[in-house]
C-alpha cells in the first residue's frame, strides 16, 4: 500500500496563488501516474490535473492557463502550482496515485484550499 501525504492547502484571497504538495511512501514514484483531484461542498469529486509516470499532463479546463502539475521522482513528490486563484476554486483537494504495474489507486487524506473574495 502506498501511503500519501499531503500539505500546502490553506486560505488566500482572490487572486493569489498556493502550492500544494503530496509526498508518496515506497521506492517506485516514477513508476507511478499522479494526479490532483477536488471537492467542492455539494459538488461531485473532479479531476483538476494529472501527470503521467511519463511526465505527460492533463488539466481541466477550468484551470488550465492558471494551475501547473509537476512531480520530483527524486523527492517522491508530485506538486500542484494554483495561480490566479477564484473562489470557485475552493475545494478539499486530494492527491491520487495510480500504480502503474498492477492498477492500484490510493488517496491522500485531502487539504483544503479557500479562496475568498
Known amino acids: 500500500q502506498v501511503q500519501l501525504v499531503e500539505s500546502g492547502g490553506g486560505l488566500v484571497q482572490y487572486g493569489g496563488s498556493l502550492t500544494l504538495s503530496c509526498a508518496a511512501s515506497?521506492?517506485?514514484?516514477?513508476?507511478?501516474?499522479m494526479g490532483w483531484y477536488r471537492q467542492a461542498p455539494g459538488k461531485q469529486r473532479e479531476l483538476v490535473a494529472a501527470?503521467?509516470?511519463?511526465?505527460?499532463?492533463n488539466y481541466a479546463d477550468s484551470v488550465k492557463g492558471r494551475f501547473t502539475i509537476s512531480r520530483d521522482n527524486a523527492k517522491n513528490t508530485v506538486y500542484l502550482q494554483m495561480n490566479s486563484l477564484k473562489p470557485e476554486d475552493t475545494a478539499v483537494y486530494y492527491c491520487?496515485?495510480?500504480?502503474?504495474?498492477?492498477?492500484?489507486?490510493?488517496w491522500g487524506q485531502g487539504t483544503q484550499v479557500t479562496v475568498s473574495s
Open positions: 491520487r496515485v495510480k500504480i502503474t504495474t498492477n492498477l492500484l489507486t490510493y
Open positions: 515506497g521506492n517506485s514514484f516514477r513508476l507511478y501516474d
Open positions: 501527470i503521467s509516470s511519463g511526465g505527460n499532463t
